[in-house]
Structures are given as structure tokens and as C-alpha cells.
């Protein structure tokens, strides 16, 4: 199987995974996020578990799919070991301190603990973060510019602290990022 063909059947299973999910700022399926971040990965690497693991950041997180399934479903594309890899992460780069489960702390202090937990992760789900910065902070600076501000200086810290993923992306992300805080000020 070509990595175009592994790269359409998991964004296939992310697609499906995020059901009718919707982006928060039009009316695009949910999907279309993670095959941006994916394809701005893909400028620094082709690395198929970074790859996938891009396509399927966000599916631990916001859907009833965990972990296991999607190791189990990978291992059908890719070796167990890449498929463990991939997974990895994904768990990476879901968020643990959420308010759902941390309903006693606020905004601040939850985004506190998870930056803490950010600066474990490794170099590749770092690298995946930036894209998913980037992403996102096109999309909020334009539609959303009053969240924009709160957002940009979280995901400023985020960058300043992870540094460890690629220098390129990493830059274009906090370039991405002092732009947007410059516009919504």
C-alpha cells in the first residue's frame, strides 16, 4: 500500500471518528483541520507515523474512540510498531487537562498543568502541535478575534516552551502567531 493509499484510509477513520463534527469557525466538516495540520507536517517530514498521527491528533481528545482502536486500526496500515508509534502520539497530543475532568480549575490554571505535561512530548508531537497552531490561529484571528487574544498568548507560551520539535515550523508558527497577536490588539 502507497502512503497516498494509508494517508486516504486514516483520514477516512478520522473522518468517521469525528462523525459530523463541524470546525468551529465555518461550516467544514471537522476533518478538513487535521488534513491541514497533516499537510503542513508533511512540508518538514514524510515520516508515515507522524503523518498519521497528524491526520488522527485531535480524535482521542473530541470522540469516543480511544486509544486502543486507534493502534488496532493503524496495525492493519502499518506495522504494530509504527501503528504504537503513531498512536503514541496521538496521546501525545491530547489534552488531559480539560475541563470535563478538571472542572475545579479554570482556564488559567488548567492550561498551566497542560503546558507542563506539553514539555514531556516528544520532538515529532511537537513538530504536529506547531502545524496545529498555525491552523488554528489563522482560522481564530479572522473569525474570532476577541478569543483570538486569549488564545494566541497561550499558544505563545506553548511555543516558547516547546522547542524541540522542527526549528521551521516551530518559527513559522510563532511568526504566525506575533502576526496575529499584532492584528487583534
Known sequence: MT?????????????????????????????VHPVRVMQKRRTVSDDIT???????????????VNR???????????SPELARKATELVVDLSDVYVKESYPSLNRRQRKTKELERLKEIHPDAQTIKYADIL???????????????????????????????????????LEAVNAGLNQVR
Open 3 to 31: 502512503t497516498t493509499e494509508i494517508l486516504e484510509k486514516v483520514t477516512d477513520f478520522g473522518d468517521k471518528a469525528h462523525g459530523n463534527q463541524l470546525r468551529k469557525y465555518a461550516p467544514d466538516r471537522y476533518m
Open 50 to 64: 507522524v503523518l498519521t498521527a497528524a491526520l488522527l491528533h485531535d480524535v482521542i481528545e473530541d470522540t469516543p
Open 68 to 78: 486502543q482502536e486507534i493502534e488496532n486500526y493503524l496495525s492493519t496500515l502499518i
Open 135 to 173: 491552523d488554528n490561529t489563522q482560522e481564530i484571528v479572522v473569525k474570532n478575534p476577541a478569543f483570538a487574544r486569549v488564545y494566541l498568548r497561550e499558544v505563545k507560551e506553548v511555543l516558547q516552551n516547546l522547542t524541540q520539535g522542527n526549528s521551521e515550523l516551530h518559527k513559522e508558527a
